[in-house]
């Protein structure tokens, strides 16, 4: 293995040792008990079983056969989710076939953030990831599982489940993921329209024929933001059965990989050859894993919020300087849209998770030796997520070795001939905080930029002022007070056209802010989840209209270029009553006041349970 591996693995290792002690010992309280049907009392037996057909509650109460929970979020609004109504019928016919039971323990919340941006929907969006959260162990609270599928997809809907799976890290889980949609109109002709829009060169009709054509059927959508980086990290993590990120939700091979994530679990159960609870499977190199794949694909900048999450569920503590000292030495294998103008179809026809997985493993940027879902015909630990699954002759799924060569080579590509030495994250800190840049979607031209500060405190007010013609210039955006505490950290594409379109005339522009901006942040350099946010006191609340600020994501810097003295003695700038009262209200916001009190800075992982 590389030493940044070994370095950073030990160094996190080190760090977690009590509370990830503390967990485990919570874990291994709750493995080895007995079922719940034979545990409980009769009443909560009766209760628990009474809507199953009498064979099944036979199967539970005397024969003592697995009993298995699904935790869907199933919705129709959802695209990517859609596909999940029929799963629970595949479920249960494959668990039958098996021996064992399977309940529906509950659904979960999930919120499209494609419906939300630019609304006061999007306030909710980050918690919704620890409701979902919540959700997940209410589900399981019920206590008579011996293990669980975990169908969700979307950008926080995978944190979530992962969180809330975490909290019971002793039953043994799988996730089962539905697939992207097919191509549609492609993700650069979709933002050239989008541009176009902003300068008010198309109308709405126009502008609404092609989102629809981007936008058009069951399925991710095909970009690679937070939902498709989700998929890639839970291969990277050994929590899907192998290969099964980007099949179609409507391909014969994707039931059948539902059906073997059935026997992937009860492989796994207690009452399985190789009992693996999930708080024992997602141990520190797991989640090294999952950083790196990140960091090779150029994945959302979501998760230096959400794996900060997820980890801390598990016990252990990583922060974004971990990130980004792997980012340095981890090779960028995959250019997917907006790190290239390929889509996740185009990505899984070149070789897809298999291909990167498997040059990661053999280059040493992977812990090979971990335990994963994967069948044990697969020979076991990471190697197993190199192969690539096929409909077998005779039913089920084969799996084949991924080729030894990138179908397409603008794509992905071999750790021995990257697209860039480096990964596609970097940590960026400065007199204005800590914040994250997604380099991969930047021209390397504009990896540096020095530009007057234009300080706004609403994505509305910023669209107008470029409406207005006010930003035909060289500018550093300054958004600020969009933070957890503050609104609940939108993401702001709405703000990915318009400067998209300075940048196009020419003008040196980027976009500082302590709100997010997702996996599609695009080609406009953008400092995103500055930390601590200007509501907590952050020093971004000290910049003003025509500070010089340097973005410098070569040397990983930002900074207001102000004489020290000066910077030290300006007041911070305080949010209005209006608009803390207008980011309280409305919409449903009222109920999450308390996680806006409560919640911790964006490199904690923007938790609200501790």
């Given at each position: 293995?590389?030493?940044?591996?070994?370095?950073?693995?030990?160094?996190?290792?080190?760090?977690?040792?009590?509370?990830r002690?503390?967990?485990?010992?919570?874990?291994?309280?709750?493995?080895?008990?007995?079922?719940?049907?034979q545990?409980?009392?009769?009443?909560?037996?009766?209760?628990?079983?009474?809507?199953?057909?009498?064979?099944?509650?036979l199967?539970i109460?005397?024969?003592?056969?697995?009993?298995?929970?699904?935790?869907?979020?199933?919705?129709?609004?959802?695209?990517?989710?859609?596909?999940?109504?029929?799963?629970?019928?595949?479920?249960?016919?494959?668990?039958?076939?098996?021996?064992?039971?399977?309940?529906?323990?509950?659904?979960?919340?999930?919120?499209?953030?494609?419906?939300t941006?630019?609304?006061?929907?999007?306030?909710l969006?980050?918690?919704?990831?620890?409701?979902?959260?919540?959700?997940?162990?209410?589900?399981?609270?019920?206590?008579?599982?011996?293990?669980?599928?975990?169908?969700?997809?979307?950008?926080?809907?995978?944190?979530?489940?992962?969180?809330?799976?975490?909290?019971?890290?002793?039953?043994?889980?799988?996730?089962?993921?539905?697939?992207p949609?097919?191509?549609?109109?492609?993700?650069?002709?979709?933002?050239?329209?989008r541009?176009?829009?902003?300068?008010?060169?198309?109308?709405?009709?126009?502008?609404?024929?092609?989102?629809?054509?981007?936008?058009?059927?069951?399925?991710?959508?095909?970009?690679?933001?937070t939902?498709?980086?989700?998929?890639?990290l839970?291969e990277?993590?050994?929590?899907?059965?192998?290969?099964a990120?980007?099949?179609?939700?409507?391909?014969?091979?994707?039931?059948?990989?539902?059906?073997?994530?059935?026997?992937?679990?009860?492989?796994?159960?207690?009452?399985?050859?190789?009992?693996?609870?999930?708080g024992?499977?997602?141990?520190?190199?797991?989640?090294?894993?999952?950083?790196?794949?990140?960091?090779?694909?150029?994945?959302?900048?979501?998760?230096?919020?959400?794996?900060?999450?997820?980890?801390?569920?598990?016990?252990?503590?990583?922060?974004?300087?971990d990130?980004?000292?792997l980012?340095?030495a981890?090779?960028?294998l995959?250019?997917v849209?907006?790190?290239?103008?390929?889509?996740?179809?185009?990505?899984?026809?070149?070789?897809?998770?298999g291909?990167?997985l498997?040059?990661?493993?053999?280059?040493?940027?992977?812990?090979?030796?971990v335990?994963?879902?994967?069948?044990?015909a697969?020979?076991?630990?990471?190697a197993?997520?190199g192969?690539?699954?096929?409909?077998?002759?005779a039913?089920?799924?084969?799996?084949?070795?991924?080729?030894?060569?990138?179908?397409?080579?603008?794509?992905?590509?071999?750790a021995?001939a990257?697209?860039?030495?480096?990964?596609?994250?970097?940590l960026?800190?400065?007199?204005?905080?800590?914040?994250?840049?997604?380099?991969?979607?930047?021209?390397?031209?504009?990896?540096?930029?020095?530009?007057?500060?234009?300080?706004?405190?609403?994505?509305?007010?910023?669209?107008?002022?470029?409406?207005?013609?006010e930003?035909?210039?060289?500018v550093?955006?300054?958004?600020?007070?969009?933070?957890?505490?503050?609104?609940?950290?939108?993401?702001?594409?709405?703000?990915?056209?318009?400067?998209?379109?300075?940048?196009?005339?020419?003008?040196?522009?980027?976009?500082?802010?302590?709100?997010?901006?997702?996996?599609?942040?695009?080609?406009?350099p953008?400092?995103?989840?500055?930390?601590?946010?200007?509501?907590?006191?952050?020093?971004?609340?000290?910049v003003?209209?025509?500070?010089?600020?340097?973005?410098?994501?070569?040397?990983?810097?930002?900074?207001?270029?102000?004489?020290?003295?000066?910077?030290?003695?300006?007041?911070?700038?305080?949010?209005?009553?209006?608009?803390?009262?207008?980011?309280?209200?409305?919409?449903?916001?009222?109920?999450?006041?308390?996680?806006?009190?409560?919640?911790?800075s964006?490199?904690?992982g923007?938790?609200?349970?501790?």
């Amino acid at each position: 293995m590389k030493s940044h591996l070994v370095e950073v693995t030990q160094r996190i290792r080190e760090r977690s040792a009590v509370l990830r002690g503390a967990y485990l010992a919570r874990v291994d309280r709750l493995t080895g008990r007995a079922p719940g049907a034979q545990r409980m009392g009769c009443a909560n037996v009766a209760h628990a079983f009474a809507a199953m057909p009498g064979d099944e509650r036979l199967r539970i109460v005397a024969e003592r056969a697995p009993n298995l929970a699904v935790v869907t979020a199933y919705n129709d609004m959802l695209s990517a989710h859609q596909p999940y109504e029929g799963y629970p019928a595949i479920i249960r016919d494959e668990a039958q076939r098996r021996g064992a039971t399977v309940q529906v323990a509950g659904g979960v919340p999930a919120m499209c953030d494609g419906v939300t941006q630019g609304l006061p929907g999007m306030e909710l969006s980050l918690f919704s990831r620890d409701a979902i959260a919540q959700g997940t162990v209410i589900a399981l609270s019920h206590d008579v599982f011996d293990g669980a599928l975990l169908l969700g997809i979307c950008d926080k809907i995978v944190p979530g489940l992962l969180i809330g799976a975490l909290h019971f890290g002793h039953l043994p889980c799988v996730f089962v993921p539905a697939g992207p949609m097919a191509s549609g109109l492609s993700n650069n002709d979709k933002a050239k329209v989008r541009e176009r829009a902003a300068q008010g060169l198309v109308g709405r009709d126009e502008l609404l024929a092609a989102e629809q054509a981007a936008y058009h059927g069951a399925g991710t959508c095909t970009f690679y933001g937070t939902a498709n980086s989700n998929q890639m990290l839970l291969e990277a993590m050994g929590l899907h059965v192998p290969g099964a990120a980007f099949v179609h939700p409507h391909a014969p091979l994707r039931e059948a990989l539902t059906r073997e994530a059935v026997g992937a679990l009860l492989a796994i159960s207690e009452k399985g050859p190789r009992f693996t609870p999930i708080g024992r499977l997602v141990d520190e190199r797991v989640i090294v894993n999952a950083m790196v794949a990140l960091l090779a694909t150029g994945g959302s900048t979501n998760h230096l919020i959400h794996w900060v999450a997820v980890a801390r569920a598990a016990g252990i503590l990583i922060d974004w300087t971990d990130f980004s000292e792997l980012s340095a030495a981890v090779p960028l294998l995959a250019r997917v849209y907006p790190n290239g103008s390929a889509d996740v179809n185009q990505f899984q026809a070149a070789g897809g998770t298999g291909f990167v997985l498997r040059e990661l493993l053999d280059a040493g940027h992977l812990h090979g030796d971990v335990a994963t879902v994967a069948p044990d015909a697969l020979g076991g630990g990471m190697a197993a997520y190199g192969q690539v699954p096929r409909l077998a002759d005779a039913g089920g799924v084969a799996w084949h070795a991924t080729p030894a060569t990138s179908g397409d080579d603008g794509v992905v590509r071999p750790a021995a001939a990257p697209f860039s030495p480096s990964g596609g994250l970097k940590l960026l800190a400065g007199n204005l905080g800590r914040a994250v840049i997604k380099v991969s979607a930047v021209p390397e031209e504009r990896h540096i930029i020095e530009a007057p500060a234009r300080v706004f405190t609403s994505q509305e007010a910023m669209q107008a002022a470029f409406k207005a013609g006010e930003l035909n210039r060289d500018v550093v955006v300054v958004v600020r007070f969009q933070g957890p505490q503050s609104n609940g950290m939108p993401e702001l594409h709405k703000l990915t056209p318009p400067l998209a379109v300075l940048q196009g005339q020419g003008h040196r522009v980027a976009l500082v802010t302590d709100g997010r901006m997702s996996g599609a942040s695009g080609k406009v350099p953008a400092a995103i989840h500055v930390s601590p946010e200007a509501l907590a006191g952050g020093p971004l609340a000290r910049v003003r209209d025509g500070d010089l600020i340097r973005l410098d994501a070569v040397a990983g810097t930002l900074q207001a270029l102000v004489p020290a003295d000066d910077w030290a003695a300006r007041a911070l700038a305080t949010i209005s009553p209006e608009q803390a009262e207008d980011n309280a209200h409305g919409l449903g916001r009222d109920l999450f006041g308390g996680l806006r009190r409560t919640v911790r800075s964006a490199e904690e992982g923007a938790v609200t349970w501790l």
